[in-house]
């Protein structure tokens, strides 16, 4: 059976997601699993929605069963985003095919420039760069132009192209035997308006924050926008600055020290975002006072969310697959995995069962739940635990 694994936030579901589903399907898939961030973002972002919403969006249009990326992959680099979704699916032992966007939809190219990026010729060819305040993704794609030519290298400078080789890589540093597909994005690129009937995630995330969700909706299918609604009726529509002081509070009370955990890179970003957080009286002032050109914006916003959730560093594989939604389709794909003695989790009472590196995970989870409920509008959506009481979206 071919079954094809999509890594994703759906934040919120639109229509390209739903045509990236689509055409893995026209590719020969079977069926379509997600491995979809749960609270927190790539971008160090609250998800717009919760976990459960979006992955019924998922399965309302067109995937079978969704599986959690957690929120210590979800919310990290390119590259461990990537490690943490290929291990997952990887582990379902049923998907045999990874399908993901990409800017140029070459994967010939793009695998030219995984294979280059792990080679001993690239680590020289970096480590000779200059030190000149240039963000590491810029002088990463300097190193690449040096070996397969500015033309290939510019493949980095585009968001989906650059986690596309970063999937190829998790892909061949696990040793997974997953296939790969490529789909070209067409329409809006990501913060672009609307453009071809599409626009992307980022783009109606502001108009939701701007108060417009019904021109949000309009570029969702309609059972994801239906699904919106309904969330949005219910006050769990998610506004991050309703946290921002229970952030700072968590930054005014940190050490030097306390930040060193979080600066994995130790280029000093800890001391920038600890001397920031003294003299910032918002969160946006904390990170503009933290803010170089070596640094993008969305390795600080990580970094800061990373402190108040207090993240620790990923495990090294994930040791569970947390279902969040399934249909009939899915149903089936799970009674596979369990028969594969794969460590499939329903009941989160269940995660007791599977040692004591999953229940120190899925403790992570739930207190970064329990913080994601207090950017509801809603002070009845703000109930601690509900990690614990969370069920599937069983379809």
């Not at 990463?140 to 400078?157: D, K, P, S, V």
């Not at 924050?209 to 009726?233: D, F, S």
């Not at 495990?315 to 794969?342: C, F, I, K, S, W």
């Amino acid at each position: 059976m071919s079954v094809a694994g999509i890594i994703c936030e759906f934040d919120p579901l639109h229509t390209g997601h739903a045509y990236l589903m689509e055409q893995a399907r026209r590719a020969g898939a079977e069926a379509v699993v997600c491995a979809m961030s749960g609270s927190f973002t790539q971008r160090g972002g609250f998800a717009v929605a919760d976990k459960l919403a979006r992955a019924e969006m998922a399965v309302r249009c067109g995937a079978d069963l969704v599986l959690e990326l957690p929120t210590v992959w979800a919310m990290s680099t390119a590259e461990r985003f990537a490690q943490g979704g290929v291990d997952i699916l990887t582990r379902t032992g049923v998907v045999t095919e990874l399908v993901f966007g990409s800017e140029c939809g070459d994967l010939a190219g793009l695998r030219r420039a995984a294979d280059c990026l792990e080679s001993p010729e690239f680590t020289a060819s970096l480590a000779s760069l200059p030190e000149d305040g240039r963000t590491f993704a810029a002088r990463r794609q300097a190193a690449l132009a040096a070996l397969l030519g500015a033309e290939e290298a510019a493949l980095l400078a585009s968001p989906n192209n650059t986690l596309a080789v970063e999937y190829l890589r998790a892909i061949r540093r696990l040793e997974s035997p997953l296939a790969a597909r490529t789909v070209r994005r067409t329409g809006a690129q990501h913060g672009e308006e609307a453009s071809g009937g599409f626009a992307s995630a980022s783009y109606l995330r502001q108009l939701l924050a701007a108060g417009e969700p019904e021109q949000a909706a309009a570029y969702m299918p309609p059972a994801a926008a239906k699904i919106l609604r309904r969330e949005l009726a219910a006050g769990r529509i998610t506004d991050g600055t309703l946290c921002q002081r229970a952030i700072l509070s968590r930054l005014r009370t940190m050490t030097a020290e306390d930040w060193r955990r979080f600066d994995g890179g130790g280029e000093g970003l800890g001391n920038r975002l600890y001397q920031a957080s003294r003299t910032g009286s918002t969160l946006e002032a904390v990170l503009a006072a933290a803010k170089t050109k070596r640094y993008p914006m969305a390795r600080l916003r990580r970094m800061v969310l990373a402190a108040w959730l207090d993240l620790p560093a990923p495990p090294e594989r994930a040791p569970y697959l947390r279902v969040l939604a399934a249909n009939d389709t899915g149903r089936r794909l799970l009674r596979q995995m369990r028969d594969a003695g794969a460590p499939v989790l329903t009941k989160p009472a269940d995660v007791f069962l599977l040692g004591a590196e999953a229940e120190a995970l899925f403790v992570v989870e739930s207190r970064c739940t329990d913080l994601y409920a207090l950017a509801r509008p809603d002070p009845a959506q703000m109930t601690p635990g509900q990690e614990w009481r969370m069920t599937p979206v069983m379809r």
